[in-house]
């Protein structure tokens, strides 16, 4: 069997339907599975060999090569075909099913996740009763391996608990502010003995760098050292993820990490953590959430998050259930 998954572009976008894979590879673990997402969602899937192949949309700009994805597609033929984009690709491949992929998403379904399974079941009904195996990610023992090589060189004996912190976003907007970050790091080691590991991206290695600067404890910086999948074994094994609205939530929910989510301009419903023992940090004002990549007041949201909500919120999920 042949299935073709037409996914997003966005790294988080990319990690909230990754459920979708896990669905796909459950019920149909010997079919051919190919992934068309955005150059930067390929990250995501990368190593992930439940994957017959990744292909990104670049590789089809401008006219000619929307014509080659068009023919492209037609070479690969599916049997299976899942749009998560809303394409006119599928009114190409089997116009008589337009309905299924055009479909209006019931207002009840509000998380985007939910909303990703809602358009697989609507799209591939004979999913209905598949289980879910595995991670939502399919993480791989390279990546394990290449974790604890890391953690072997920072001689983290893993006694005290494990906490991820990731502190950046791609909108500035949705970042706490770093100087608290720093403060309750500090206060986490020092009273639970905690290890501490900042993760991000490459590009957020230097504003890590300044709030390890400014802590009084040790702890680690593994921005542009470790993959996003990396990343995400890293936070399988954490005791405690802390973290804006990014990537790394997303990630950190993919992986069933327990999670303390600091919230400013985004709705929770729809992008927050859904595990039992998730905890989400949100102000209570008149503009939130206003969902707009720019503040018009004086990011109140974010900066009326207090260090000692934060960190209270931290020990509770630290202590043992």
């Known amino acids: 069997m042949r299935i073709l998954v037409i996914g997003l572009s966005n790294i988080g976008d990319a990690v909230l339907m ?72 599928p009114l190409l491949w089997r116009p008589w099913k337009a309905l299924a992929y055009f479909w209006p998403i019931p207002r009840r379904v509000v998380h985007m996740r939910d909303r990703h399974l809602w358009r697989l079941q609507r799209q591939a009904p004979l999913l209905r009763s598949a289980e879910q195996n595995g991670t939502a990610l399919g993480l791989v023992d390279e990546e394990r391996t290449a974790v604890d090589r890391l953690m072997n060189t920072w001689s983290a004996d893993g006694h005290g608990p494990l906490v991820v912190i990731s502190p950046g976003a791609r909108s500035h907007i949705k970042r706490w502010y770093p100087d608290r970050v720093a403060r309750v790091a500090d206060r986490l080691i020092e009273a639970h003995q905690a290890t501490v590991i900042f993760t991000g991206e490459a590009d957020e290695a230097a504003f890590i760098n300044d709030i390890l600067m400014s802590m009084r404890h040790r702890a680690h910086n593994t921005a542009g050292r470790m993959t996003l999948r990396q990343a995400a074994v890293l936070m399988q094994r954490a005791t405690l993820v802390m973290t804006n609205d990014s990537a790394a939530l997303h990630v950190a929910c993919a992986v069933g990490a327990p999670t303390l989510a600091l919230f400013g301009p985004t709705d ?28 018009r007041f004086h990011h109140e949201c974010m900066r009326f998050i207090s260090e000692e909500d934060v960190y209270d919120a931290a020990s509770q999920l630290l202590r043992p259930t």
């Open 18 to 89: 990754s459920p979708v894979i896990q669905r796909l590879a459950g019920a149909f673990p010997t079919a051919r599975l190919t992934l068309l997402v955005g150059e930067r969602a390929r990250v995501v899937f990368e190593r992930d060999r439940r994957l017959h192949q990744v292909v990104s949309f670049e590789e089809f700009e401008g006219v000619w090569g929307a014509l080659r994805l068009v023919g492209w597609m037609w070479r690969l033929r599916p049997d299976v075909l899942v749009d998560l984009r809303q394409t006119i690709l």
């Open 268 to 295: 929770p419903r729809k992008y927050g953590p859904t595990g039992p023992r998730d905890r989400v940090i949100q102000r209570r004002l008149f503009c939130v959430p206003c969902e707009q990549s720019l503040c």
